[in-house]
């Protein structure tokens, strides 16, 4: 949600910039409108770095609208475009103009409420729940629990050596959510998966410490120990507590 605001305040300033032209300005057809946008080239040979570089600007607006929730239509949009490098008048009148631009932001802020609201709802029953998982589990034989809130319980001890904070290890792992649906393992990434300790979620930057090579632990972490209230991707919804199956396969030196 947050490029919202950044789309916000670029129509701000497409709306300032087309206050100043001439209010006279006639408005084009449909059928030059529909021409314009088939002037658009739709493939084009990028054999010189001024056509990568304007490649790869497309590619980086193109992906901050479509990660943003915002429609685009594509032809209207590079018509626009077009028309801006061109230094035309716009082909909508001032009024017509910032109304769209109002209309765009209370729908946009209607949005960001509606997600707010949902995320505070979706953050409060995971905490709840996961409070009570952790309470729960915390009972349970063979389970430890650290003074920053994890829980974990050794399922093989290992004999190896024991990484350091600065260490890069390599680790098999799966990753569940308390009512034991998946979101993610290291078989989704063809097996074993290489890692700085210092650069994943606290929850596991704290048990691969306290682990020795060939150890196999499961790992019971707090929202606080794992993505927090912002929780990630798909699954992972805000303050949600995880469970983690982690086998430190070898610590390949520090970085």
Not at 10 to 25: G, H, K, Y
Not at 118 to 140: D, V, Y
Not at 199 to 206: Q, R
Request: aromatic share 6%; proline share 2%; glycine share 8%.
């Amino acid at each position: 949600m947050k490029f919202i605001y950044l789309v916000l305040a670029s129509v701000a300033v497409v709306t300032l910039s087309a206050c100043n032209e001439n209010e006279q300005a006639e408005k084009q057809t449909q059928e030059a409108q529909v021409e314009q946008a088939q002037e658009v080239v739709t493939d084009v040979a990028l054999d010189t770095q001024i056509k990568k570089f304007s490649y790869v600007v497309g590619i980086d607006m193109g992906s901050q609208f479509r990660t943003s929730e915002i429609d685009i239509d594509r032809e209207a949009f590079a018509m626009g475009m077009a028309d801006s490098l061109d230094n035309k008048r716009p082909r909508i009148a001032k009024e017509e103009l910032e109304g769209v631009v109002q209309n765009f932001h209370a729908a946009q802020q209607s949005k960001i409420k509606q997600y707010e609201e949902e995320q505070r709802t979706a953050s409060e029953k995971n905490i709840e729940e996961g409070a009570a998982f952790l309470a729960n589990n915390s009972t349970k034989e063979g389970v430890n629990i650290t003074e920053s809130g994890l829980q974990y319980k050794v399922i093989i001890a290992g004999t190896g050596v024991m990484p350091t904070s600065d260490s890069r290890v390599q680790v098999n792992y799966r990753g569940t959510l308390i009512d034991g649906r998946e979101f993610d393992a290291s078989t989704k990434h063809g097996g074993a998966v290489e890692l700085n300790i210092a650069e994943v979620i606290p929850g596991w930057t704290e048990a691969l410490q306290k682990m020795k090579e060939g150890a196999k632990w499961e790992l019971y972490l707090p929202s606080e120990l794992a993505y927090g209230p912002q929780g990630t991707g798909d699954m992972i919804g805000p303050s949600s507590t995880l469970i983690f199956e982690v086998e430190l396969l070898k610590v390949l030196g520090s970085e």
